[in-house]
């Protein structure tokens, strides 16, 4: 079983190449931000909560979502492994996610950390909201959400880069070039293991 969480700032292609990735390695992608956009959409009671923080740019709070994603795990029965794409976003859900999989035998085995500078995050995500629809693509809450990114998900990194799982990708460019670079970079990360 192969666990990956693909990891960077909103706007920094997390989605993009979760989707480019998946299928080489035969992953199930579960993205934390669609699952809740789905809530949303059917108007579940999680869904009505979650609202009110995605739309503030603000992380909806630790239980609920872990309570989420040990949901979508419980369902998964095929696959080789799992790209986690949004989640874990703070060390509390990090250490959950950790014990969720251990419960499994299984661990994350790698971090890709899609680096990308902070106004062509911006540039992005307010060309991606004149499709999107996404309450969250405006000025303030992307502003919002890179602060959040910064005080409280950044040390997810830092927390997977102390068990040497970090994998820093330059996420600027062309996207097949960089989706061919994660999986180089993968699979020399996995080989060097065996
Ligand atoms: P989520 O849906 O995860 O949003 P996000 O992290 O803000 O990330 P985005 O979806 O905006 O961007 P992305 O990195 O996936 O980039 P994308 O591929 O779309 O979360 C939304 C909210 O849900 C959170 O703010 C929070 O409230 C809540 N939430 C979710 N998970 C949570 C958790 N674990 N804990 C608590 N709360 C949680 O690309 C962006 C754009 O750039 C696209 O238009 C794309 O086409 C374009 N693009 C991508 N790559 C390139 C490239 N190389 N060159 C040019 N354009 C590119």
């Known amino acids: 079983m192969l666990n990956i969480v693909v990891f960077g700032a909103p706007g920094s292609g997390k989605g993009t190449q979760s989707d480019a990735i998946k299928s080489h390695f035969n992953l199930f992608h579960i993205s934390t931000g669609d699952v809740l956009r789905q809530e949303i959409a059917l ?24 309570e989420v994603l040990a949901h979508v795990l419980d369902k998964l029965d095929h696959q080789d492994g799992v790209i986690f794409d949004g989640f874990p976003r703070t060390v509390v859900q990090a250490e959950a996610l950790d014990k969720m999989l251990e419960k499994r035998g299984q661990r994350v085995d790698a971090l890709v950390d899609l680096q ?36 409280r998900t950044i040390p997810v990194m830092e927390y997977y880069r102390a068990m040497g799982k970090h994998i820093p990708i330059n996420g600027v460019g062309d996207i097949n070039e960089i989706s061919q670079g994660i999986i180089s970079a993968l699979e020399q990360k996995l080989n060097r293991k065996v």
């Open 43 to 66: 108007d579940t009671e999680t869904g009505r909560i979650a609202k009110k923080y995605i739309d503030g740019g603000q992380l909806v709070p630790d239980d609920i979502i872990i």
């Open 116 to 151: 990308v500078p902070e106004e062509l995050l911006v540039e992005r995500i307010l060309n991606r909201s004149k499709v999107s629809g996404r309450s969250d693509d405006n000025e303030e809450a992307v502003r919002q959400r890179l602060e959040v990114y910064k005080s």
